[in-house]
């Protein structure tokens, strides 16, 4: 079961769209392997033409309400469920996927062990790594060059293009709608892996666009807001990363960051407050 969310994109304007059609255009295997969801949050519905996608499944949904990323992967979870899917694609609209990353993730879903509950490839920007990451006290690191497979410690991953055991995502209690867009993907891997799961990393990487690696340009004031409170949200939950002490310290050492390579200081002054807030 794959879902694909967009919101104020055009299906012909979306890498992960037009890429996802080329895959299943050149490869009538995958278009047989996958049933599609595209939920699209944006205020206005378009007009979805089903017939650019022929004998493949295909379900288009616009909510009257924008319920993020959690409602769209919640909604998909429960057709998979339905269909006694096993694995759940999660992708937003700025990936660029290709033939080889579904017949590594084919392959990868054949037969694995019990205890793998998400298999993810290596997302890049510009041509360096940005997913997976490997958790840390302080910070996260990037994996080792070259590796795949499954690591042995923690590991976060972005929801773009990572497949999810259905069972395991139903384990835990499905996607939490209170972290209905920011961290969703941190706190899914972190309970999926506290309660046993393992994570496994193809040997393969894709192209992704994330705004905040361009913040002024792709990120506004009120939606990095949404960002921070949804960080402290999940330090507070799960006691990551060292808990809060080393958070703000954490947002210290950002807001400095931003305060040298960010030309908008509001920026600075939004991560600082987020830094000093009361718990």
Known sequence: QCVV???KCAFGESKTVQSLL????????????????????????QNFDASAWPSMRIAYQHPAENGGLAAAYNQALEMAREQHIDW????????????AFFHALSAATRNPPPEICAIVPKLVQDGKLITPQVVAFFQNRYLPAGFSGVYPAKI???????????QAVAG??????????????????????????????????????LSLKNMEAEMSLARYANVLAA???????????????THRLRLVKRALVYAITIRNKAYTWQTLRAALQAN
């Open 231 to 245: 960080e402290w949200m999940f330090v507070r939950e799960t006691r990551s990363g060292g808990g809060p002490l």
């Open 5 to 7: 969310v967009l919101y």
């Open 156 to 166: 976060t991953a972005m929801n773009s293009a990572a497949c999810l055991r259905v």
């Open 22 to 45: 080329q895959c299943c255009r050149e490869d009538e295997g995958i278009a047989k392997q996958l049933s599609i969801l595209f939920y699209d949050n944006s205020p206005e519905a």
């Open 88 to 99: 759940l694609l999660l992708l937003d609209q700025d990936t660029l996927l290709s033939p």
């Open 172 to 209: 835990i209690g499905g996607f939490p709608a209170k972290y209905w867009l920011d961290y969703l993907d941190h706190v899914v891997f972190h309970w999926l892996q506290a309660a046993g799961g393992k994570v496994l990393i193809l040997d393969i990487a894709i192209e992704h666009r």
